[in-house]
């Protein structure tokens, strides 16, 4: 099979949420930053931005949690030569491109038509991706371990979407202490401290992708993808 | 035994037995204890914990109700959807039992059991509060903010999470409702046009304000009626009792209506 119709299958499998996730995701960023009945310049790029930050990476990883378990004859998977965790690990790829490609052509809109300066703590244009890099792979490393250890889509869209929200509801809370301001998902938009911004973005890079690991472990053991699972 | 009765029984017993209904509440509490400034820790702490025991209680069902729906919608949301997924479906609907009363059954059904690990968090931690502060009167308040201020949100939320994810896939389901969630009951008034402490508003403004005389853990919050320079304040009158319950019928009838909505596209399919 030529790689591209690989992919392309890939990029089937991952479903119409990984496909309208994203750009519904800016859309309803933008409305709401639209909707705002005082506009000052500054409120308006926090909630494009904000839109970025965290609508964004929940669509992603929402779509990430439900990557495992989709699939209706696993052990089929299990026969061919390309182990199932690579083939899963391709899909993430596939939607975390297709998620960065939204953003991207969203950052850049932003930053040419003047909306992203005019957020103090944009961090520039190049090193401000971050602003929905980090998030988006912290968040989906989360989505995509949780569906390895739980193998039920519900539970770990219901992981990812609760770990949000709290941080959402607890802003302040969380960011009382370092070990919560480095995890931080919305460093950006609601950081509590501007000079932890950096760490904190590298460390959700980081927490993602050591999640990414330990879920291409568990996935390992194929009496686990073949068991009963929390239907 | 009716058909309704039998698929209520049967979803129940099959969701309450499910791990991921116990471990996805039980992490959220688990988190919820870490990070400070929630009233889990709070309410133990002589020094932090509200004077009134009514206070107490109703502000831990806000909480509570805030996060915990979360989880629940999103378990909630593959449960019709489901059953043509695994080809149930066909098989349920040749049988002489009606579709109407099937889904109802799920529905309750489903939605109880989802409910149960939230209805003990939520006792335990009333019941433990009451004991400590020796005032068993916050039991019978607890029992009253659950009866008006968290079922009926949680109906809106089950009504919503069965039958939308027959128009779009369940992930997006999800996330939409995540930013709903955060954006009708959380966001305010004076941010953004929102439903936050209109009549609907799934975390019980109305009823929390006349029934409950509560307004926050501090006593500063607003949590019904009109807001100054915001949008939307037609949907604001200023509370009375009676508009308390119509607050509660309203998130009812919506969820009725949703409910229906779910039933007329399944039928439409299986046509």
Known sequence: ?231 | MTAFGASLRYEFRMQVRKRSVWIVPALTLVLFVLIGGSLLRDLFDPGERPLDPRTGVVGLAVQLHALLAIGFGCLLADRLVRDDRLGVAPILDATPASPAARLLGKYLGAAAATAVPIALAYFGFAAAYAIDIGQPVAMAWALAAFAVVIVPGLLLVAAFALAVPMIMPAPLFRVLFVGYWLWGNIVSPEMMPTLARTLFHPLGGYPLDVLFDFHGIDGEDTWAGPVAGATLNVLRPDPTPALALLSIVLLLIVSAAALAGGHVLRARRIR
Not at chain 1, 45 to 61: D, F, K, N, Q, T
Not at chain 1, 143 to 161: K, Q
């Open chain 1, 1 to 231: 099979m030529r790689p591209i119709t690989l992919w392309r299958y890939e990029a089937r499998r991952t479903g119409w949420a990984a496909v309208l996730g994203p750009p519904l995701a800016v859309a309803l960023g933008i409305a709401a930053a639209l909707a705002y009945p005082e506009p000052s310049d500054t409120t308006t790029a926090r909630i494009l931005l904000g839109g970025l930050e965290m609508a964004v990476p929940l669509a992603a990883a929402v779509v990430c949690s439900t990557l495992i378990g989709q699939d209706p004859a696993r052990e089929v998977q299990l026969t061919v030569p390309t182990p199932y965790r690579i083939t899963l690990l391709r899909r993430m790829i596939v939607v975390l491109s297709w998620t960065a490609a939204v953003a991207v052509l969203a950052a850049a809109v932003l930053i040419v038509t003047g909306w992203w300066a005019r957020w103090p703590q944009n961090h520039g244009a190049f090193a401000g991706q971050l602003t929905w890099l980090a998030p988006m792979l912290g968040l989906s490393g989360l989505g995509f371990a949780a569906g390895a250890v739980l193998r039920s889509p519900a539970a770990a869209g219901a992981i990812v979407t609760t770990v949000w929200a709290i941080q959402q509801f607890f802003a302040d809370a969380v960011q009382e202490h370092l070990p919560g301001r480095l995890l931080y998902l919305f460093a950006t938009t609601r950081g509590a401290a501007t000079d932890d911004w950096l760490a904190n973005r590298l460390v959700l890079v980081g927490a993602g992708a050591v999640l990414v690991a330990l879920a291409l472990i568990l996935l390992g053991r194929p009496e686990r993808l073949i068991s009963e699972e929390d239907e």
